[in-house]
């Protein structure tokens, strides 16, 4: 699971960062506001990657795919791509809990018969 949720929020990391460069063209918005808040979201997405199997990790991606679709007030491509990788995410939690299962089934399996079996 740690590999595919990893590369999905690296992803966010650079889509964070374009769309900040988009944002920062709104004369509505001040840069500072816009980097602040990009910055934030691009730091979150990097740490999130080294506790995503820790306890509330997986919860606090569902909170960075909320805000993604949210910026979409902001940058309205960003309705699309939240909704994107929100898709993704899901993909990578699910299917990645499903990769974890299986291995350790594997793992137990051939610790069980000895070190003999390989």
Do not use: N
């Not at 944002?23 to 979150?44: E, I, P, Q, R, Y």
């Not at 999130?48 to 990790?57: A, E, F, K, S, V």
């Amino acid at each position: 699971m740690r590999v595919l949720c990893s590369s999905t929020l690296i992803g966010e990391f650079f889509v964070i960062g374009f769309a900040g460069l988009v944002a920062m063209k709104d004369d509505g918005l001040a840069t500072s506001t816009v980097w602040w808040v990009c910055g934030v979201a691009m730091v979150v997405s990097v740490l999130l990657c080294g506790m995503i199997t820790r306890p509330g990790g997986v919860q606090l991606g569902w909170a960075l795919q909320v805000g993604l679709i949210l910026s979409g007030f902001f940058v309205p491509t960003m309705f699309f791509l939240g909704a994107v990788f929100a898709g993704l995410w899901w993909a990578s939690v699910h299917y990645g809990r499903r990769i974890d299962k299986v291995k350790a089934d594997w793992a137990a399996a051939h610790a069980s018969a000895g070190p003999d079996a390989a």
